[in-house]
């Protein structure tokens, strides 16, 4: 990501440069270079979860647009993870009203630290190792999760496994695609034929309509505590720091900073829920994924937000239709390797022996409970700071 041929120079005529203000074919292939982050969520929040798919679609793809138009490069739009892995993880407690309070109570949250400055100051109380030790735990969370899905049908979860792997590298067929098309055809071999998928593919026009009114008292509780509270760190340390720091990095003469980004956070998430959206984020790995594929400039993310925009007006239905010929074990192949990229988001463990406890034991509880993970690993790490807990040795390697 480090590669100097990313970064934007117009002065120079380089190739960022000459990208910078067209839609060329890189923007296109960049455009789709996050789905492997943004697919897994999308299908499990739809098939799992019950969501709306039109309200998903339609608030992810004006979403995508105003992050595109705005920033000016190709900042993502994804959904929260921490949310996203609690709410499909334990999807049968998990309703579609308390995922539209998560998305309320963030999207408030991040609008009034960023509009105050406060979001500098919660980070300098977060520390990377509880962070780490978060992103391992909801990465193992899904893994689990996708190989329970994948056991009573072992072989076609096999199949599917195995040409993700083949494509792993492949920088022109994406392996999460390639997936996908092998579950559609899976599908439609078990449904008989492919009357099912052409009675899919009937285009209509649909709005989604106001969700507010799905919400209840009941779903306050999960909604705040059990999806919302957890995603606060994971936000500030991946969506505005590390966002910011690789955006200033590989697009230097466009500083954002991470005021900006928990400002248009919260933005989303207060608009969003209101049409029956789901809990968004930016996000540093999100915007490796469209640089990777050639993306420069916010022009990608636009082009990926009119495709899912277009999608959940016209073909919304169609979508639901579709997502539902994907066999079981197919998502449990989609969840178990988004739960690996989650998982390998933390980089790496550290070399401090006490760090290394921290993340381990925060991975550990988050399997329980992602905030009283992050509390109790937040506790630890302060107590050891201040000689109440020692270790004495360092890890190797």
């Not at 900042?75 to 993880?89: E, F, L, Y």
């Not at 100051?121 to 978060?134: H, N």
């Not at 792993?168 to 078990?190: C, W």
């Not at 506790?379 to 000689?387: E, P, Q, V, Y």
Request: charged share 10%; proline share 5%.
């Amino acid at each position: 990501m480090h590669d100097p041929a990313y970064r934007e120079n117009p002065k120079e005529g380089t190739a960022g440069g000459r990208a910078a203000n067209r839609y060329d074919r890189m923007e296109w292939a960049g455009a789709f270079g996050d789905l492997g982050t943004l697919l897994p969520f999308l299908v499990a929040y739809v098939n799992l979860v019950r969501m709306d798919v039109h309200g998903v679609l339609v608030t992810l793809g004006l979403s995508c647009i105003a992050a595109g138009l705005y920033y000016r490069a190709p900042i993502p739009v994804q959904p929260m993870k921490a949310i996203g892995t609690v709410a499909i993880t334990q999807a049968a407690a998990i309703t579609p009203g308390a995922v539209l309070v998560a998305g309320l109570a963030t999207g408030a949250a991040w609008l009034a630290l960023g509009l105050t400055g406060a979001a500098r100051w919660i980070a300098a109380l977060t520390v990377r190792p509880v962070l780490r030790g978060m992103l391992i735990g909801l990465g193992l969370q899904f893994m689990a999760q996708g190989i329970s899905m994948a056991m009573p049908d072992p072989w076609v979860a096999l199949v599917g496994a195995g040409l993700v792997l083949a494509l792993f590298a492949s920088r022109r067929v994406p392996a999460m695609l390639a997936l996908l098309v092998y579950g559609f055809a899976a599908g439609v071999v078990r449904a008989g034929g492919v009357g099912p998928l052409a009675r899919a593919l009937t285009p209509g026009f649909h709005l989604p309509g106001i969700a507010l009114g799905g919400i209840r008292l009941g779903d306050l509780a999960p909604g705040l505590l059990a999806l919302a509270l957890p995603q606060i760190p994971l936000t500030l340390g991946n969506a505005l720091i590390a966002t910011a720091a690789e955006h200033n990095n590989l697009f230097a003469p466009r500083h954002v900073s991470e005021t900006q980004l928990a400002v248009s956070t919260g933005i989303l998430n207060l608009a969003g829920p209101l049409v029956g959206g789901i809990p968004v984020c930016h996000g540093a790995g999100g915007m490796a994924g469209h640089v990777r594929f050639g993306a420069r400039t916010g022009g990608a993310v636009v082009i990926l937000g009119a495709v899912l925009l277009a999608i959940g007006l016209f073909f919304g239905s169609s979508a639901m239709a579709l997502l539902r010929l994907l066999p079981t074990s197919v998502l449990g192949v989609i969840l178990m390797f988004a739960g690996i990229e989650l998982a390998m988001g933390a980089r790496g463990l550290g070399k401090d022996r006490a760090d290394v406890f921290v993340v381990m034991l925060t991975a550990g509880l988050t399997a329980w409970h992602v905030g009283a993970a992050f509390l109790a690993g937040l506790a630890l790490w302060h107590l050891i700071r201040r000689g109440w807990v020692r270790f004495a040795d360092a890890v190797e390697g």
